[in-house]
């Protein structure tokens, strides 16, 4: 796996902020059906945005406090945003879906 020394938000494009991931996180939980587990749309959601598979696994440095790949992390901030938007709802672990709004 790939590791940066440090990840400001200045070494990813800037389509990558977890602001600009709400769309397309609404739109690939919409491709899956309304519904999937977190690993199955972070899959689906790289797809969708092509993101090159050597910054789709890239992790935070040993060092750092973060144990996830830093654009899944990102996703995570941007479904915890659409969750207090009501546009999706979470059923136990990793598991998203839909809201009537979303």
Known sequence: MAYI???PDGQLPAWLSANRLMLWTLLALS???GRAHLDVLYRRLGEVLRIPEDLLWL???????QEDYVVR???GFALTD???LKLVNTHG???WS???KG
Not at 59 to 65: G, S, V, W
């Open 5 to 7: 020394a440090n990840m």
């Open 31 to 33: 491709e899956l059906g």
């Open 59 to 65: 992790e935070y440095p040993p060092e750092a406090r």
């Open 73 to 75: 992390h990102r996703m």
């Open 82 to 84: 659409l969750r207090y």
């Open 93 to 95: 672990r990793g598991n």
């Open 98 to 100: 839909l809201s009537d």
